[in-house]
């Protein structure tokens, strides 16, 4: 396989300061690791949060983007479970220890020491990516990659905080209906559960665009939905939305918050809480769920809704994230060199 020696990345060098467009020369695999080309790496909020500075510590200089679908192009030393040429998917979850005792106790998604893509190792913006192979997953081939991409993150933490309600769990109010709530509607929808969506208020495009999705309401989420939930997952990053969540459960219900970062969740009478109300969060994802996840959404099918952005636009992809402009998931396209990049529009749309 030909493969360059530098490569286009776009690469964070300070957070609080926009992606910078450089050449950066082609890593290389190391021990279980593969090297990829990738093809598409979907923009997920986290990123937004370690670009602005909001998540401590990342890598620096650091390559985000932790959705990202790709050819491997070379085999790092001891890589049996692979061959150039396999299309994989990497997410979040770069590596673990192993050893640690969540590790032990099959919680991989809280180890002490694991190192996450696009935050502390580099991730996906770039036409060339490193990964360690045991936390790859192996896709179809011939699959689209623009449509598997937001499958990697907004599908896997998800799906995650989507189980976390619980199988009895039949009206489930879900708030933040962006790339992750897009995806978790049509697995709900399809497992026979009522939907009901919160957006920010008078998100119109966005209420509209859930029940399109199979939501049974859509609303603002400063209402209370028209009957009580028995459970909620939150997506958005906003404190608030807590105490609103607990008052539109049933005694019992269970409310999980599936992003990373939250502004801070203001004080709430004990009351919204009593009654066996269950508040959670979830944090990354384990390798389990991503393999739960990719052998359901072909049955679903899930069909992600992308908006397509060229690699040396994802600074305007990360600028419609964080000002709400984003219908499903914004995909970093990265297609060959020798195509035209002409053939590609910013902000283009596509199944
Ligand atoms: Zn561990
Ligand atoms: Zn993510």
């Known amino acids: 396989m030909d493969i360059p020696s530098t490569m286009q990345a776009m690469v964070l060098e300070r957070p609080g300061t926009p992606l910078r467009d450089l050449r950066l020369t082609v890593p290389e695999p190391g021990p279980d690791q593969v090297l990829l080309r990738v093809r598409a790496c979907a923009v997920c909020r986290t990123d937004l949060h370690v670009v602005d500075g909001e998540l401590n510590n990342p890598k620096l200089p650091l390559i985000p983007g932790h959705q990202i679908v790709g050819t491997i192009v070379r085999l790092g030393a001891g890589v049996t479970a692979f061959q150039e040429g396999d299309r994989v998917g990497v997410p979040w979850l770069g590596s673990t220890c192993g050893s640690c005792d969540f590790c032990r106790k099959g919680q991989e998604n809280l180890c002490e020491k694991a190192l996450f893509t696009g935050y502390t190792v580099d991730g996906g913006y770039a036409e060339y990516s490193v990964a360690d192979r045991r936390y790859c997953f192996k896709l179809p081939a011939g699959d689209q990659d623009l449509a598997t991409a937001p499958l990697l993150c907004a599908g896997l933490i998800g799906y995650r905080s989507y189980r976390m309600i619980g199988d009895r769990s039949q009206r489930v109010g879900i708030y933040g209906f962006g790339a992750a709530a897009h995806i978790v509607t049509q697995i709900a929808v399809y497992e026979g559960k009522q939907v009901f969506a919160f957006t920010s208020p008078g998100d119109l495009d966005a209420q509209k665009f859930a029940r399109r999705l199979g939501a049974v309401w859509a609303g603002d989420s400063t209402t209370q939905p028209p009957q009580a939930l028995d459970a909620a997952i939150i997506f958005a990053p906003v404190g608030s939305l807590v105490p609103a969540a607990l008052r539109s459960v049933v005694k019992g219900g269970i409310v999980v918050c599936g992003g ?92």
């Open 260 to 351: 990373i970062h939250m502004s801070d969740i203001p004080t709430f009478p004990y009351s919204l809480l009593w009654g066996e109300r269950v508040l959670r969060s979830v944090a990354n994802l384990t390798r389990a769920d991503g393999e739960e996840l990719l052998a359901l959404a072909p049955k679903v099918p899930v069909r992600t809704e992308v908006q397509v952005f060229p690699l040396s636009a994802a600074n305007e992809a990360l600028h419609c994230l964080r000002a709400g402009r984003l219908q499903g998931a914004a995909v970093l396209q990265i297609p060959d060199a020798s195509l035209p990049a002409a053939a590609m529009a910013a902000g283009r749309r596509a199944q």
